[in-house]
């Protein structure tokens, strides 16, 4: 019904730069918040970062003033903006959107795939 593709992961040096992209296709009546979330080898899945409909916007405090999200509503998609990372930024990294198929249908969550980042030192 609805699908979120991830994509812009990699490797990179401590200090270097990344940007995922993710883009929501399918049957898509609304969109409402979007988010990326990670989970690094053997820890649970956090949120990095979060936008709203009306574009507000919370970052988690590890990544603060490093990451930027933002969001195209014309092309359904969010992105993620890393700079200085750290090796402990590695993880998979996945796409979150909260989307309405139909104007009396729920909100629903659905995720991406994932993208793995991975920063050595």
């Known amino acids: 019904q609805v699908q979120l593709v991830e994509s812009g992961g990699g490797s990179v040096q401590a200090g270097g730069s990344l940007r995922l992209s993710c883009v929501a296709s399918?049957?898509?009546?609304?969109?409402?918040?979007l988010g990326w979330y990670r989970q690094a080898p053997g820890k649970q899945r956090e949120l990095v970062a979060s936008?709203?409909?009306?574009?507000?916007?919370s970052y988690a405090d590890s990544v603060t003033g490093r990451f930027a999200i933002s969001r195209d509503n014309a092309k359904n998609a969010v992105y993620l903006q890393m700079n200085s990372l750290k090796p402990e930024d590695t993880a998979v990294y996945y796409c979150?959107?909260?989307?309405?198929?139909?104007?009396?249908?729920?909100?629903?969550?659905?995720w991406g795939q994932g993208a793995q980042v991975t920063v050595s030192s």
């Open positions: 979150n959107a909260v989307v309405q198929t139909g104007a009396l249908s729920p909100k629903r969550n659905w």
């Open positions: 936008i709203s409909s009306e574009s507000s916007i």
């Open positions: 399918g049957r898509i009546f609304s969109i409402n918040g």
